[in-house]
């Protein structure tokens, strides 16, 4: 890492494991094959201001430092042939012990873990000290498993490895510290906070090619726009991610809302299908959303 960054990695060794730099921050030691890979990602806008605030402690650890030999190998060749290679046990399991101590609680991101939630990342912002391990190649010996307290996937999709993973992973849960965020309620009305998407947002100028913004944001009644925003959150949820909908923490006001959302969209849905046959039959006009 550079700059304020690389002096905070310099100094950690002289730090108790486990223990946090400055009081009320939250530590978080990153183990990777390449740390290079972050010497930028958390050096700007909140996370680079939470870090000089002392809300937050990031260091990035290089597994090589714990390889084994005189070339510090840190993988080897697959036991039962294949392709790829494989992070050896000792250099990852090493490192970790290295840097845990009381009140550490060690991640290991894994396409075999389970699925990153708002949920997750916020019970993770509750912990002193996060140890995350990123694996590469062909994964990480299983025996790491015995040294992790969760393993942790972002999604269902391939990356080179779990460096890209660790900076979602960090960026999810640091902003839930508290300080991180100036206000408080803006994490709160996140979407996935509640289980649904978040509204729609408009900004300045109230037409941009047509396109205005809705009137009641205009209107300064904050319970009419408190009641849009709820109702445009459930739309947007319902058309884009229902699985959602069906778990989601709903009240008798929001299933009012969303069963006024099920109706309009049935109306847009009934009149499309209408101009369609128009069309088809050569007397439609199109349709402006």
């Known amino acids: 890492?550079?700059?304020?960054?690389?002096?905070?990695?310099?100094?950690?060794?002289?730090?108790?494991?486990?223990?946090?730099?400055?009081?009320?921050?939250?530590r978080i030691d990153l183990l990777t094959l390449f740390p290079g890979i972050f010497d930028s990602a958390f050096e700007h806008s909140l996370l680079a201001k939470a870090s000089a605030r002392g809300l937050l402690e990031i260091r990035a650890h290089d597994l090589r430092e714990e390889g084994e030999g005189r070339h510090r190998v840190a993988d080897d060749a697959p036991y039962g042939g294949g392709d790829g290679m494989v992070m050896l046990a000792g250099p990852v399991v090493r490192s970790i012990e290295k840097l845990r101590g009381r009140g550490s609680r060690v991640v290991l991101l894994t396409p075999a873990g389970a699925l990153l939630t708002q949920a997750r990342a916020r019970a993770l912002a509750t912990q002193r000290h996060l140890i995350i391990v990123c694996g590469r190649y062909g994964g990480v010996d299983e025996r790491v498993a015995a040294s992790v307290d969760e393993e942790i996937s972002v999604g269902d999709y391939v990356l080179g490895g779990g460096e890209p993973a660790a900076i979602v992973l960090v960026d999810a849960v640091a902003r839930l510290v508290p300080g991180v965020v100036g206000n408080a309620e803006s994490t709160a009305a996140d979407s996935f906070e509640d289980g649904l998407l978040e509204c729609p947002q408009f900004t300045r100028p109230e037409s941009f090619r047509g396109w205005k913004v809705p009137e009641v944001l205009l209107s300064g009644d904050h319970g009419k726009v408190a009641r849009w925003r709820r109702k445009e959150s459930l739309r947007r949820t319902l058309l884009r991610r229902p699985d959602l909908i069906a778990r989601a923490r709903l009240s008798d006001e929001d299933r009012v809302l969303l069963a006024e959302v099920r109706r309009e969209e049935g109306a847009i849905a009934g009149e499309a299908n209408a101009s369609g046959e128009n069309d088809r039959g050569g007397r439609g006009s199109a349709r402006r959303e």
């Open 1 to 26: 890492m550079k700059g304020p960054a690389r002096k905070r990695a310099a100094s950690s060794r002289s730090k108790t494991a486990g223990s946090r730099g400055k009081k009320g921050a939250l």
